[in-house]
């Protein structure tokens, strides 16, 4: 009678009465009986539903009763068996991954999202007191994982630097030497098979799209003894997360099996996923309605200039070569409702470059940030949009995400993710504003060297960002520093040199030799940065017009206090007595050193980080090439026909006026 009763309530479900031999299948979760938190949840059409898109959220369900994973007498682990059909639905770009997780505790209330997939948090993983065994499927790359991209799959022990890992894909079973690449976030249904040997210690992790059988040979096979990460009782399930830009992560079907073979899912009974994209519009009111009056036909006729203005209002330039950057482009009409039809409203800055509107996208409901650029000529602009997109697939957790782009009539869109705090020079410059105290500021510096760093060495590509300055540095809710703006930013492959070009970025921050040679260099980036120490220390711009004659270049005063014997004499009052003297020394003789006329005298970026972190003695000042001449704006004189003299007080209010020779 029990059985026939769980037949009843459970008929996707059957147990074996050995918890030893335990085994379960859900081919659909309608009926299922899982313990769920944070924002997963079962679908009315019988989904796991881990994540939506939420930001930054993480999602957790569990097998509702902890499992036996050990034989008493000798505390081996048994062998255990699971299959699953998962589905990952990015919304603009692929967010954060996935994990079929073994846990000592369900839930994990501690863990967080993002790069952490809900599994650890920054003081938990690596350690071995978590007893944590996962398998991820990651859509993005996080380095300080060492992930080896944004498309694999790795098996975790107590931390997400994976003991294996391998891209995506699968070995065909009629030759397993052919191997097939796979897509994680494609938004279509994936099997997956996680087996362990207990006898053999060995874990074996295989993928396959729907409609292909479980290949002969898997995808990840390592030998791992998991007793001493197991304990007796486990709990099991699936854990899921989102960052700044977000995946919705689904389970179809799931079977689990200790001390054997996991059934096979029945395929055809895994529910359906949601439709992608937005629902067919309904014609009936164009094709229902029969023009039988004159005043049907003058409605029509209106309606039809309407949707032809419309369609002119919302048109677009769409060329051959752009069909390969789909995914990254963005509708217009799409930025034109995120944006209320950027109204001023939503304005959040302007500058030399264009204007920056706030927008929700109507589709994924992401906060964005939404920049309008000029480029009547188009000259280069096919080598600019395929430098954008390759720009949009930096991860770094200092840098501000990219989205894409949308190009209409004489303009270009970029689209980043929102910072809720704006830039940094609102909070150094604007009154109204609370000034950041000195452990704020430093933190705000070592984040900015930690991207440079990334974009200089460790990207796949030389990224050179040609604009390092305060007003491009944003913040966001937990003022973490995040450099943005790569409108100007060059791409080159690692050991080869980059291409002379125009003279672009921002006067006070423009490194000597760009006057000479046109070239811009990782180098040079770091003399932008030089600058942008001390604006930062010294809560004063590069070059201020309106200062006295000693002061109009910020690194010729510092340069004047350090040779008077007190460098502490620039920092910003605002700081009060609140700082500490070493750190705003070591800032203010980097930006010193930094700012060096000689480009080989200037540190690269990683020494500039080891500085920072004091992992690397900073040498005397009195020994670098150091003197006013050296450190003053040396191949400017041919600028100097644009503005007034030192003396003249009708200079630029604002630096915010920049040096702009022909763009990119």
Same mark, same amino acid.
């Given at each position: ?302 309606? $039809?200039?309407?949707?032809? &203005?419309?369609? =002119?209002?919302?048109? !677009? +330039? *769409?060329?051959?070569? %752009? ?75 200092? $840098?501000?995400?990219?989205? &894409?782009?949308? =190009?209409?009539?004489? !303009? +270009? *869109?970029?689209?980043? %993710? ?130 006295s004659d000693e002061e109009i270049v910020l690194v010729d005063y510092v340069f004047s206090c350090w040779t008077r014997g007190d460098i502490l004499e620039a920092i910003d009052q605002n700081l009060g007595n609140d700082y500490v003297k070493e750190e705003v020394e070591l800032v203010l003789k980097l930006g010193l050193f930094c700012s060096q006329t000689q480009p080989a005298a200037r540190p690269s970026m990683r020494q500039v980080l080891m500085y920072l972190e004091d992992a690397l003695p900073l040498p005397e000042l009195s020994l670098m090439q150091t003197s006013r001449t050296c450190l003053t704006f040396e191949g400017f004189d041919h600028f100097a026909m644009s503005y007034p003299s030192s ?18």
């Amino acid at each position: 009678m029990f059985f026939e009763i769980v037949a009843l309530i459970m008929p996707t479900i059957f147990f074996l009465a050995n918890s030893e031999d335990l085994g379960f299948i859900y081919n659909g979760f309608s009926r299922a009986n899982l313990s769920l938190d944070g924002i997963a949840q079962l679908t009315s059409n019988g989904l796991l539903q881990l994540t939506n898109t939420s930001r930054l959220e993480k999602g957790h369900a569990f097998y509702p009763t902890p499992i036996n994973f050990k034989n008493l007498p000798n505390g081996s682990n048994f062998s255990f068996s699971t299959t699953f059909v998962f589905a990952i639905v990015p919304s603009v770009l692929p967010g954060h991954g996935m994990a079929f997780v073994i846990a000592s505790v369900g839930g994990l209330a501690e863990a967080f999202p993002s790069p952490f997939l809900g599994l650890f948090n920054d003081n938990t993983t690596g350690k071995d007191t978590n007893h944590v065994f996962a398998v991820e499927f990651d859509t993005l790359q996080n380095r300080e994982f060492n992930d080896i991209d944004g498309n694999h799959v790795g098996i975790d022990i107590n931390g997400l630097k994976s003991v294996a890992s391998k891209p995506a894909g699968y070995y065909s079973s009629i030759n397993s030497v052919k191997f097939n690449n796979m897509t994680l976030a494609t938004g279509q249904p994936i099997q997956a098979w996680v087996d362990y040997n207990g006898v053999a210690k060995q874990i074996n992790v295989t993928l396959a799209p729907m409609n292909v059988a479980k290949p002969n040979a898997p995808l990840l096979s390592s030998f791992y003894d998991l007793s001493p990460i197991l304990n007796k009782t486990m709990y099991i399930g699936f854990s899921g997360s989102t960052g700044s830009v977000v995946s919705t992560q689904y389970v179809l079907g799931w079977s689990f099996k200790m001390n054997g073979l996991a059934q096979g899912l029945d395929l055809a009974r895994l529910p359906k996923l949601p439709r992608v994209g937005p629902k067919k519009q309904s014609k009936l009111l164009l094709i229902a309605l029969p023009m039988i009056s004159a005043v049907v036909v003058v409605i029509a006729f209106s309606v $039809l200039i309407y949707y032809v &203005g419309r369609k =002119r209002k919302f048109a !677009e +330039l *769409l060329e051959d070569w %752009e069909l390969e950057y789909g995914p990254h482009r963005f509708k217009y009409k799409d930025l034109y409702i995120a944006t209320k039809g950027f109204s001023n409203k939503e304005l959040l800055g302007c500058g030399g470059f264009g204007r920056v509107y706030r927008g929700i996208l109507p589709t994924s409901a992401v906060e964005t940030a939404v920049k309008r650029v000029s480029h009547e000529s188009k000259q280069g602009l096919r080598e600019f949009v395929a430098e954008i997109v390759s720009i949009g697939r930096l991860r770094h957790r200092n $840098l501000v995400q990219l989205l &894409g782009y949308c =190009r209409r009539k004489g !303009e +270009l *869109l970029l689209v980043y %993710e929102c910072m809720p705090n704006g830039s940094l020079d609102k909070f150094l410059y604007d009154k109204s504003t609370c000034a950041l105290n000195w452990n704020q500021r430093f933190g705000v510096i070592k984040g900015v060297a930690s991207a440079l760093v990334y974009l200089h060495e460790e990207w796949e590509q030389v990224v050179i960002h040609r604009d390092v300055k305060a007003s491009n540095v944003l913040l966001d809710s937990e003022l973490n520093a995040k450099l943005g703006d790569f409108g100007l930013a060059r791409l080159f492959d690692h050991g080869s040199d980059p291409l002379t070009t125009h003279v672009v970025g921002t006067v006070g921050y423009i490194a000597p030799e760009q006057t000479r040679t046109g070239k811009a260099t990782t180098i040079s980036d770091v003399y932008a940065f030089g600058a942008f120490l001390l604006e930062v220390a010294c809560g004063r711009r590069p070059i201020d017009p309106r200062a006295s004659d000693e002061e109009i270049v910020l690194v010729d005063y510092v340069f004047s206090c350090w040779t008077r014997g007190d460098i502490l004499e620039a920092i910003d009052q605002n700081l009060g007595n609140d700082y500490v003297k070493e750190e705003v020394e070591l800032v203010l003789k980097l930006g010193l050193f930094c700012s060096q006329t000689q480009p080989a005298a200037r540190p690269s970026m990683r020494q500039v980080l080891m500085y920072l972190e004091d992992a690397l003695p900073l040498p005397e000042l009195s020994l670098m090439q150091t003197s006013r001449t050296c450190l003053t704006f040396e191949g400017f004189d041919h600028f100097a026909m644009s503005y007034p003299s030192s003396s003249d007080k009708t200079w630029p209010s604002s630096v915010s006026d920049c040096l702009l020779s022909g763009g990119r």
